[in-house]
């Protein structure tokens, strides 16, 4: 369990230098080429559509996140947590709750603010990666009830996440295209189906799956998850083990150590030169930051408590009430999702996006600040 611990506090402090240096860079003499480097047309592409760094990062890389997210989710659902009623119910309302109430948040604070609408889902996300990294920072003062709740609702709303980028951020379908798609998914469940264990035909699948689905008008990395959801968890009777927790504590690794940091480090570069403590007041960044800050705080915690007092569910064994409101603090970490989700939702408007990172950093530092502090100091049981 420590050696676990260690691993998901490095992967954090890793994302957190990753995501500083690229702040820091891209307001130092070297932001020109900062963001000339990911947002620079390449002289060459494989795909002409991934025309710069920055696409690639976010369209393929983030696919492969993306697809370790879909394994995490389906073991899961039937292996896990998630796979027994009595023990979902719970943090699959607070993880519901932890979305909503943020999205409300934002459009109630951006209520009468023409162009900004669209950023309503940026303050829902959850960053597992920062929130485990935290939690792990605090060692045995965090009861090991209370790492495992953050994980389950973490899995759930990376489900939700994935949900609302398919649905409210697909401009247009490609019908050909999602025929294509359709035609290779199939492939890859009947592989599923008679628990294929090698690695090769759902490599080669995935790949063509994920290049439809980047042409049909959905975000391509919703490939990776419907891909993960075909990976067979049980035995192979090639092979004899399960390949989907093959895949997923080879890929783990390569997701925390490498793919998140990239991607923080590509898209944390907000330029602050220039700008006034006034620009965290303006409609977007306030909305942003309120509904990671305050919107998370109420809807988690508001759920805990409404379930414990309703007799829904009871609150993890071991845990205080400070404690789990620390826990809801963390969950306003949004950095990489919400990162990702910015872009998409102002596709056209870079001002906006760096606006809502601006946003993103503020309301997810101040979560973190002050999940930390409860956690630190809570008593262990309440």
């Known amino acids: 369990m420590m050696k676990v611990a260690h691993g998901e506090a490095g992967a954090g402090v890793l994302l957190m230098l990753a995501a500083a240096t690229g702040l820091i860079l891209a307001n130092s003499p070297f932001g020109d080429g900062y963001h000339l480097l990911f947002h620079g047309q390449l ?57 909503l109430v943020p999205a409300l948040t934002f459009l109630i604070v951006a209520h009468g603010t023409r162009g900004i609408a669209p950023g309503w889902a940026i303050p829902a996300a959850t960053d597992i990666a920062f929130a485990v990294g935290v939690l792990a920072l605090i060692g045995k003062r965090a009861p090991p009830t209370l790492r495992l709740f953050l994980l389950t609702v973490a899995i759930v709303d ?20 999602i025929a294509v798609a359709a035609v290779l998914l199939a492939a890859m469940a009947l592989l599923g189906w008679r628990r294929e264990g090698r690695m090769l035909p759902y490599l080669v699948l995935g790949v063509a799956l994920w290049y439809a689905v980047l042409h049909s008008g959905v975000h391509a990395t919703v490939a990776g998850v419907l891909a993960a959801f075909t990976i067979p968890l049980q035995p192979s009777h090639r092979t004899g083990d399960s390949l989907l927790l093959r895949l997923e504590h080879g890929l783990v690794p390569w997701n925390a150590f490498m793919i998140v940091p ?59 009430w400070r404690q789990l409101w620390g826990l809801a603090a963390l969950c306003g970490i949004g950095f990489t999702m919400s990162l990702f989700i910015s872009a998409l939702a102002f596709p056209n408007a870079p001002h906006l996006v760096d ?6 950093l503020v309301g997810s530092l101040l979560s973190a600040l002050l999940g930390f502090g409860l956690l630190r100091f809570a008593e262990n049981r309440g």
């Open 262 to 320: 990239v991607f923080g480090f590509a898209n944390a570069g907000v330029v602050l030169i220039g700008s006034s403590w006034s620009a965290l007041l303006a409609p977007l960044p306030l909305a942003v930051g309120a509904g990671l800050f305050i919107g998370k705080q109420i809807g988690i915690l508001g759920a805990i408590a409404l379930a414990e007092w309703t007799g829904f569910a009871h609150r993890p064994a071991g845990t205080s």
């Open 158 to 177: 990376d489900l939700g996440a994935v949900a609302i980028i398919a649905l409210a951020y697909t401009p247009a379908i490609k019908l050909t295209w």
């Open 43 to 99: 002289p060459w592409t494989p795909i002409a559509k991934l025309v710069t760094l920055d696409l690639w990062i976010n369209d393929a890389l983030m696919a492969v996140f993306f697809f370790v997210v879909g394994l995490e989710i389906k073991r899961e659902l039937l292996d896990g947590e998630l796979a027994h009623p009595a023990r979902r119910r719970l943090p699959v309302l607070a993880a519901v709750a932890g979305m």
């Open 355 to 360: 606006e809502a990172k601006l946003g993103i």
